[in-house]
């Protein structure tokens, strides 16, 4: 089966340009999340949806971030424009939230974004 | 503060060592205990979770919560190179989890 998976894998990009990352979550996961990875802050929820609909955006950082999901096996995670302490490891991770929700997470191998 | 703190390490053993890796938390909210192991440049996968406090067996994998000291463990045992990799507890609420900064552990032959 596959695991969850983005794209691009590493993106070098100057300050003050666009970045999209994007991420497709395992078939039949209602959950998907946007962490922020960096030696200075370990790893940090940005977003997360569940069905479809953001329910807590409280990590994101500023305006500059944004993440849509239009529909359940597509997610982006722009940043406009984009500066260098963006510079970090962006993970997708996604799960089935039931009546059970351990909270288990599938992560997918990250998007390694430089700005120089 | 943080609500999860992790002991930074990094840990260096020998082969066949016992590691204990230890998080303590703050926010009495959190149902579910995890712990990750994560390789150079890969993302995360889950190694274990427990609910309630004691102890969670598998294999050469022991998790241990105590719920009242809000303090977690994950102790290896006969460990082998290939555990050599970032650690990171993570615990959960409301759907969402909160992850330590991971704790990199190397095992040498």
């Known amino acids: 089966d596959a695991g969850v998976i983005q794209s691009p894998r590493h993106e070098v990009t100057e300050m003050g340009q666009e970045v999209t990352l994007r991420c497709k979550p395992i078939?039949?996961?209602?959950?998907l999340f946007w962490y922020r990875q960096t030696m200075m802050r370990g790893l940090e929820l940005l977003i997360y949806?569940?069905?479809?609909?953001?329910?807590?955006d409280s990590g994101m950082p500023e305006d500059r971030f944004s993440a849509k999901m239009p529909n359940a096996s597509f997610s982006t995670l722009k940043i406009q424009p984009s500066e260098p302490r963006d510079s970090a490891v962006y993970f997708c991770?996604?799960?089935?939230?039931?009546?059970?929700?351990?909270?288990?997470?599938?992560f997918g191998e990250g998007s390694r974004l430089t700005v120089l | 503060q943080k609500e999860v703190e992790q002991d930074p390490g990094p840990l260096s053993v020998p082969e066949g060592a016992i590691v204990s890796l230890n998080c303590t938390y703050s926010?009495?909210?959190?149902?579910?205990f995890m712990w990750y192991r994560q390789y150079s440049r890969k993302g995360p996968e889950l190694l274990m979770y427990?609910?309630?406090?004691g102890n969670k067996e598998d294999g050469r994998f022991t998790a241990q919560v105590d719920k009242s000291s809000k303090y977690i463990s994950l102790f290896i045992r006969d460990s082998q190179p290939s555990d050599s990799a970032t650690y990171l507890c993570?615990?959960?609420?409301?759907?969402?989890?909160?992850f330590g900064d991971g704790t990199t552990l190397t095992v040498k032959p």
């Open positions: 991770a996604s799960n089935y939230q039931g009546l059970l929700n351990t909270g288990e997470l599938f």
């Open positions: 078939s039949g996961h209602n959950s």
């Open positions: 949806f569940n069905n479809n609909v953001p329910i807590d």
């Open positions: 926010n009495s909210a959190f149902q579910y």
């Open positions: 427990t609910y309630s406090s």
């Open positions: 993570a615990m959960s609420w409301a759907g969402k989890s909160t």
